[in-house]
């Protein structure tokens, strides 16, 4: 069974703090992606990534950064944690060349207080 | 630029109703797909359907359908005798031709469906 997962389900975190929240996924997937989930907008893309070590911006990359060290792990790293950051994270993969669905974790809800 | 739009952000019906959710997509990409992706309570997507741009036949699936309309750049989903266990939020996405096959996401509509 495929999977992609995420490190923590619910985390609460004090503003000014970093944050890491993981992604593994046992795909062998070349693509992935972290996706920030707010009512009423739907899910905008953070930063995705195609291979290991390469990152690229998405729509909304202000605030965040992401490591890629190894295939299978994306790192999504909150420098300076702010209210305004308190959503639903979603990681998701893809392989390379034919474009499918995207596999989906189960998301993180971080509250920032 | 991609956008996709979900006009419908909440819908409640009774089971065993139809319900049709509308989605529409722009792009400037000849060669791109449409999604439909199902959020449970639990929260995490998942994926129901991909269709291609040069692909236009409807398709079924069980009480599932899709009605692709490249002419007015429409990509919608009806659930049929709905039931208790669709209600979710659902998703229509778009990717073109774009390094990573990134994904652009429509805001969601939310469907309680009430026995």
């Known amino acids: 069974d495929v999977k992609v997962t995420q490190s923590s389900r619910y985390l609460v975190k004090r503003t000014g703090e970093k944050v890491f929240l993981e992604c593994v996924q046992d795909m062998d997937h070349e693509n992935m992606f972290w996706y920030r989930q707010d009512p009423g907008l739907g899910l905008r893309l953070i930063y995705f990534s195609y291979d290991v070590k390469m990152k690229e911006k998405g729509d909304i990359p202000e605030g965040y950064s992401v490591s890629r060290e190894k295939k299978e792990r994306f790192s999504l790293i909150l420098e300076s944690a702010s209210t305004n950051q308190t959503s639903m994270y979603l990681c998701?993969?893809?392989?390379?060349?034919?474009?499918?669905?995207?596999?989906f974790g189960q998301g993180t809800r971080l509250t920032v207080v | 630029a991609q956008k996709v739009t979900q006009a419908q952000t909440e819908i409640s019906v009774v089971e065993k109703e139809d319900v049709t959710l509308d989605c529409v997509y722009e792009t400037r990409d000849t060669t791109y797909y449409l999604f439909w992706y199902k959020q449970p309570p639990s929260g995490e997507l998942v994926f129901l359907i991909r269709?291609?741009?040069?692909?236009?036949q409807n398709e079924i699936s069980g009480r599932y359908s899709w009605n692709f309309q490249k002419s007015t750049s429409s990509f919608n989903f009806t659930i049929t005798a709905s039931q208790v266990v669709d209600s979710a939020v659902y998703f229509c996405a778009l990717s073109g031709q774009n390094a990573g096959n990134m994904l652009t996401f429509g805001g969601g509509t939310r469907l309680m469906v009430k026995p």
């Open positions: 998701a993969s893809t392989p390379s060349g034919a474009l499918s669905g995207a596999f």
């Open positions: 269709r291609n741009s040069f692909d236009e």
